[in-house]
């Protein structure tokens, strides 16, 4: 698989599962998503679900895709896979397949999801996707199932914990842009002309010293973090036998 996210989560297995089987709990905590819905299902079929993207106010990219799981299985955990694919023209996702397992240990459960696709647009998409789009998929996977964590760990709601992260983000940016004005010439050359070369030198350094607190100061316990997650992993893995069987349909 292309992308590879983990996140260990103190909670309980069966409420981990609800919250990501169930789409009206999904679409709650998953960037990547606007609206999931499951479609009816046929006696011996997978199931079938829809998803959509809200790119812009006035511009929604959806798709349709297939799931199975397996809820109990010998060795303790569960596995969940599917399938997907959007024919929308302007999806640079064309299709794609993936899956979540779901490993209980002593201090609750290492929830971890690989999967990769296939863009359309030809050249131009591989070169877009392998610069932009898939590093994004990979931030948007890990900084949601960081929300999940805190969902249900702490629980601050998806709502909540979106707010957080926003307002963090804003005083990040305010920091930042007030240290960049301040380093400015005329702020500079007025604060040495007033207090001499020590002092403005101690000045520029101080800026620089929350410039830097901006920008790399790990986030607040109640923000959502991509950082927290593992991006590669630990050993080799394999995709789980559950996702061979949607091959067929």
Same mark, same amino acid.
């Given at each position: 698989?292309?992308?590879?996210? !983990?996140?260990? /989560?103190?909670?309980?297995?069966?409420?981990?599962?609800?919250?990501?089987? @169930?789409?009206?709990?999904?679409? *709650?905590?998953?960037? $990547?998503?606007?609206? /999931?819905?499951?479609?009816?299902?046929?006696?011996? !079929?997978?199931?079938?679900?829809?998803?959509? &993207?809200? &790119?812009?106010?006035?511009?929604?990219?959806?798709?349709?895709? /297939?799931?199975?799981?397996?809820?109990? $299985?010998?060795?303790?955990?569960?596995?969940?896979?599917?399938?997907?694919?959007?024919?929308?023209?302007?999806?640079?996702?064309?299709?794609?397949?993936?899956?979540?397992?779901?490993?209980?240990?002593?201090?609750?459960?290492?929830?971890?999801? %690989?999967? @990769?696709?296939?863009?359309?647009?030809?050249?131009?998409?591989?070169?877009? @996707? $392998?610069?932009?789009?898939?590093?994004?998929?990979?931030?948007?996977?890990?900084?949601?199932? @960081?929300?999940?964590?805190?969902?249900?760990?702490?629980? /601050?709601?998806?709502?909540?914990?979106?707010?957080?992260?926003?307002?963090?983000?804003?005083? *990040? #940016?305010?920091?930042?842009?007030?240290?960049?004005?301040?380093?400015?010439? !005329?702020?500079?050359? %007025? &604060?040495?002309?007033?207090?001499?070369?020590?002092?403005?030198?101690?000045? #520029?350094?101080?800026?620089?010293? &929350?410039?830097?607190?901006?920008?790399?100061? #790990?986030?607040?316990?109640?923000?959502?973090?991509?950082?927290?997650?593992?991006?590669?992993?630990?050993?080799?893995?394999?995709?789980? $036998?559950?996702?061979?069987?949607?091959?067929?349909?």
């Amino acid at each position: 698989m292309g992308l590879y996210v !983990e996140a260990h /989560i103190r909670a309980d297995l069966d409420e981990l599962w609800s919250r990501t089987q @169930d789409p009206a709990q999904h679409r *709650r905590w998953d960037l $990547r998503f606007s609206e /999931i819905d499951y479609l009816p299902r046929v006696a011996g !079929e997978p199931q079938r679900f829809r998803y959509a &993207v809200r &790119v812009l106010a006035l511009l929604t990219i959806s798709g349709t895709g /297939i799931a199975a799981g397996e809820r109990e $299985r010998p060795d303790g955990t569960r596995t969940s896979a599917l399938r997907f694919a959007s024919p929308h023209p302007l999806s640079l996702l064309a299709r794609g397949s993936g899956y979540w397992r779901y490993v209980p240990d002593a201090h609750g459960v290492r929830f971890l999801t %690989g999967y @990769d696709y296939r863009p359309r647009w030809g050249v131009l998409g591989a070169l877009a @996707d $392998r610069l932009v789009f898939r590093p994004l998929m990979g931030w948007a996977t890990a900084w949601s199932f @960081d929300r999940l964590r805190l969902w249900l760990e702490r629980d /601050i709601s998806p709502e909540r914990a979106r707010a957080n992260w926003l307002a963090e983000l804003a005083v *990040r #940016a305010l920091l930042l842009a007030g240290c960049l004005t301040g380093l400015g010439p !005329e702020c500079a050359m %007025g &604060v040495f002309g007033r207090f001499g070369a020590d002092a403005a030198c101690l000045y #520029a350094l101080l800026l620089v010293a &929350v410039m830097s607190l901006a920008l790399f100061k #790990a986030p607040l316990a109640c923000t959502p973090a991509a950082r927290r997650c593992l991006r590669a992993p630990a050993e080799q893995t394999r995709p789980p $036998r559950v996702l061979r069987t949607l091959e067929k349909h």
